[in-house]
């Protein structure tokens, strides 16, 4: 079965700053994608930044972007030039890649723990 | 933009009643999904639909149970609130498989955070 693993529960950042927020998976699958979500205070998760497995080259959005070691099995998240309105829980997920699920079409995501980031002016 | 609506952001139930959490999408979006989510275990699956009256367990069904009656609407229930059922619940929709559009990405509702007494 596959697990993701947030090892640091809670981080905090200067202003401006850059943090990396860590995160491991576990899986015999080849392909699949890895995503990072935001949850602000009170507020809906939204998705950060998408890695699809197969593709070597990592993702960036904006200030975002991650470190994808596949061997490693690690996925890990950079913010750079922390802003306040960056505080939140983030998690990271798994998922397999759509051909291995049966009928339906569904998208079912593994989560990890979270990591909670403060951002200090 | 998607929008995920869950009818109750915050409920207070005493043990043993009959509680029901609503959310609604207004994407026609094929898979509709309830997390539970809980510090430190970060989301897990309770039950997902990948089509109308179709419903699939996921992680940790027991206690639980849905509906999904119309396309739009996916509702959670629970038979006989118990204590350890407090929680925050969250709901998320995505477009099903055959959808140019499916990258994977879920989009979540607010969450409703439930409380039993």
């Known amino acids: 079965a596959q697990t993701v693993t947030q090892s640091q529960p809670e981080m905090s950042v200067q202003e401006a700053e850059t943090v990396t927020l860590s995160c491991t998976y576990d899986t015999s699958e080849n392909n699949y994608y890895l995503f990072w979500y935001k949850q602000p205070p009170s507020r809906q998760m939204i998705l950060v930044i998408r890695?699809?497995?197969?593709?070597?080259q990592n993702a960036t959005e904006n200030r975002f972007s991650v470190n994808f070691q596949k061997a490693a099995k690690s996925f890990s998240l950079k913010i750079s030039d922390s802003q306040l309105g960056d505080t939140a829980m983030y998690f990271c997920a798994f998922m397999k890649p759509f051909r291995a699920m049966f009928s339906g079409g569904y998208n079912k995501l593994i989560f990890g723990a979270g990591t909670r980031l403060a951002v200090h002016p | 933009d998607v929008k995920v609506t869950q009818s109750s952001r915050y409920l207070v139930k005493r043990t043993g009643e009959k509680v029901f959490l609503e959310c609604v999408q207004d994407m026609d979006h094929e898979n509709m999904f309830w997390y539970r989510q809980d510090p430190g275990l970060g989301l897990r699956l309770i039950y997902f639909?990948?089509?109308?009256?179709?419903?699939e367990k996921g992680d940790i069904p027991e206690g639980y149970s849905v509906s999904r009656e119309k396309k739009e609407r996916f509702s959670l229930i629970l038979e006989s609130a118990s204590t350890n059922q407090t929680s925050m619940y969250l709901c998320?929709?995505?477009?099903?498989?055959?959808?140019?559009?499916?990258?994977?990405?879920?989009?979540f509702g607010e969450g409703s955070r439930l409380t039993v007494l």
């Open positions: 998320a929709s995505s477009p099903g498989l055959a959808g140019a559009s499916n990258t994977g990405e879920l989009f």
């Open positions: 639909s990948y089509d109308v009256k179709m419903k």
């Open positions: 890695q699809e497995a197969y593709k070597q």
